[in-house]
């Protein structure tokens, strides 16, 4: 049961923007790859590919010209961003502090991504042993954000009521997603601004979260009777 102390029993983590800052990783692989067959590619296009399944983001790469199968171009971009990731995996400010609190409480984390396990594993590699309990992974489900299934299955995962879980995200397919599997969603903005949602709260940074102010900020924000 949730507890009446901090108000949630389980954190939902997305990877991509809200625990690390890969999406500067993304860009650069997006732009080497469309390069290669003298395509234009740049930041401002890459925010169209936030929050999106791989496979959607491959089909936008394709919509601007680039000749290969979706698939492949998820492989090719994956085996970029693993590689950059291996060397140096930037966190976001305050996630590895708001992990560390919260592996202390006690409180069991899932993340929640639609990249792909080989990705996500090579991030989980660089967090202390036991701070993730399982991992959701945008090959392993059937459907992507913004459908709840991930956080549904994030919530199973971790044993818990999605109302008794609160989830992280930076993006909006992400918060329509765990907002529609009705979790405590918490935004966290970063490359692409998040509109005021219904159902979730929006703070500018994890730095210097804790357990004990999370639970604050999700029983004082998100006390409202939940969607189903």
């Not at 409180?107 to 990705?119: G, H």
């Not at 405590?184 to 949602?197: M, S």
């Not at 709260?201 to 924000?221: C, D, I, K, N, Q």
Request: charged letters at 20%; proline letters at 8%.
């Amino acid at each position: 049961m949730t507890s009446p102390a901090r108000g949630f029993s389980a954190v939902l983590w997305d990877m991509d923007g809200t625990l690390v800052d890969t999406e500067p990783y993304w860009m650069t692989a997006e732009i080497e790859l469309m390069g290669r067959y003298g395509l234009h590619w740049d930041e401002t296009l890459g925010e169209l590919m936030v929050g999106n399944t791989l496979l959607r983001s491959a089909e936008i790469l394709r919509e601007h010209g680039l000749p290969l199968p979706a698939e492949q171009i998820v492989e090719i971009l994956l085996d970029g961003v693993v590689a950059q990731v291996r060397e140096h995996v930037p966190f976001r400010p305050g996630a590895l502090e708001l992990l560390a609190d919260l592996r202390a409480a006690q409180i069991p984390c899932a993340l929640v991504t639609m990249s792909y396990r080989r990705l996500a594993e090579a991030v989980v590699a660089a967090c202390a042993p036991g701070t993730f309990t399982a991992l959701i992974t945008g090959d392993e489900v059937t459907h992507g954000k913004p459908h709840p299934e991930p956080y549904l299955v994030g919530a199973d995962a971790v044993g818990f009521a999605p109302q008794e879980c609160v989830a992280l995200e930076d993006s909006l397919p992400g918060l329509q997603s765990a907002v529609a599997a009705g979790t405590l969603t918490v935004g966290i903005p970063h490359i692409v601004p998040l509109p005021d949602t219904d159902g979730a709260v929006l703070v500018e940074s994890l730095a210097g979260m804790t357990a004990e102010a999370l639970g604050h900020l999700v029983s004082g924000s998100l006390s409202a009777p939940r969607p189903r």
